[in-house]
């Protein structure tokens, strides 16, 4: 990943059928260890999942395969509420695990997880062995289908960024939670964050988010992987997957650490989407989150230009 405009995009997938894997919109039952998640590993059109190709850039989809290199997730279960390590590899053409990674914002590899209703988020940042196997320890709360999306780059001359990404499903009760309702502030553990700014279909727009505290605004945020802020975003329905940086860094000279923290971000298509801003701040790593509406969706709801956000939901690192 680039500092800067660096934007990784996904164009669609299918999103699972939770009403059969489940439960979803059939009340609370059980998600048992038997269960498969549903595979999302093939590209597929973004108009079949409701959203017009010619809206989205060129992108390889949520897929576990892409230009030779596979997310082989070893951990295809877990039980909700219960820590266990996640552990996977990234392999190559060959079959073999990869084991040599560009360092990119003071990682070899960036780890997302996320659940299929986006109320459940975790950034995270494995460890790898020597044979090219990484693993974490992880809890996740509730029960259903969760994606996980390895975000990485092979040392290996003239290779690309990359985000691969693979079904996770945790056993327990299952019940069903609705999306956020969009707003333009969030709360986390004490601090204030509010959102400006629109994501638009097919335009680079500036989202800027300012942080505050007991109604003070925050100016000392400290670097975290090499930035004042990180913001993940993902696509409602079938979790199509961007990564946006700050505009600028710290130590280079005109970005200050905080209050606001800028982005230049794409949207692929209309739709709505659930926006992670990560930020450090006392030393300790927080997250806000927004649901926002682009385009059509935004349009079609009543919603202006300024596209409305809010946060709710578990995060953690």
């Given at each position: ?12 997938a ?44 060129p ?36 079959g ?20 299929r ?14 044979d ?7 809890s ?33 009760t299952?019940?069903?939670?609705n ?6 502030t ?6 204030e964050?509010?959102?400006g ?5 097919g ?8 942080v ?10 400290q ?30 000279g005109?970005?200050e ?19 992670f ?15 926002v509406?682009?385009g ?5 709801e ?16």
């Amino acid at each position: 990943m680039h500092a800067g405009l660096r934007i990784t995009a996904f164009a669609a997938a299918l999103a699972a059928t939770f009403g059969t894997a489940y439960g979803v919109g059939q009340g609370v039952g059980p998600v048992t260890e038997d269960e498969t998640p549903a595979r999302h590993d093939a590209h597929t059109g973004d108009s079949e999942s409701g959203h017009s190709d010619h809206e989205s850039p060129p992108a390889g989809g949520l897929q576990i395969s892409e230009n030779g290199y596979t997310l082989d997730l070893r951990t295809t279960r877990l039980a909700a509420g219960r820590t266990a390590d996640l552990r996977f590899a990234i392999r190559g053409d060959d079959g073999r695990a990869v084991t040599a990674f560009r360092r990119e914002h003071d990682k070899e590899l960036h780890l997302i997880v996320a659940s299929r209703d986006l109320n459940t988020y975790r950034h995270l940042h494995p460890t790898r062995a020597a044979d090219g196997t990484w693993s974490i320890p992880v809890s996740l709360p509730r029960a259903g289908g969760y994606r996980v999306f390895a975000d990485f780059t092979p040392e290996k001359k003239g290779a690309e960024n990359l985000t691969l990404g693979a079904d996770l499903a945790v056993s327990g009760t299952y019940a069903p939670q609705n999306l956020p309702a969009p707003d333009t502030t969030a709360t986390t553990e004490g601090y204030e964050v509010k959102l400006g700014g629109a994501l638009r279909p097919g335009a680079a727009r500036e989202l800027k988010l300012t942080v505050s505290r007991n109604g003070r605004p925050v100016t000392d945020l400290q670097p975290y992987l090499g930035a004042y802020g990180h913001l993940v975003a993902l696509r409602s329905g079938d979790l199509a997957y961007l990564h946006v940086h700050p505009g600028g860094e710290p130590g280079d000279g005109s970005t200050e650490p905080g209050p606001d923290i800028s982005f230049t971000a794409t949207a692929p298509s209309s739709g709505t989407y659930r926006l992670f801003l990560d930020f450090k701040h006392e030393g300790k790593v927080h997250t806000a989150a927004f649901t926002v509406r682009a385009g059509a969706a935004a349009t079609g709801e009543g919603a202006s230009e300024e596209a409305p956000h809010e946060s709710s939901g578990e995060h953690g690192h």
